[in-house]
């Protein structure tokens, strides 16, 4: 009966382990898995850009405008917190 006890407690052990061991492999397939996505989607674009300059360009455009009013914006904030 004396032995029956620890080697119950270490087939729960090993079962909390496994079970452990079972979601954080869900979660790293998961992640697996919208990283893939996300690989898809940029080969895609890649190729979007690739076959048609026009889009490129005006991605760099959007860019560049971006750029500016980041800029404009951070120029805003530090007077705001100067005031």
Request: with cysteine; glycine share 2%.
């Amino acid at each position: 009966m004396a032995e029956a006890e620890p080697q119950r407690e270490n087939c729960e052990n090993s079962m909390k382990k496994m079970e452990k061991l079972n979601r954080d492999l869900e979660k790293l397939l998961e992640e697996m898995e919208k990283i893939t996505v996300r690989a898809a989607w940029m080969t895609y674009s890649i190729v979007t850009i690739h076959t048609n300059p026009d889009l490129a360009n005006s991605m760099k455009h959007l860019e560049d405008a971006f750029l500016r009013c980041k800029e404009q914006v951070g120029k805003k904030w530090q007077e705001v917190l100067k005031e």
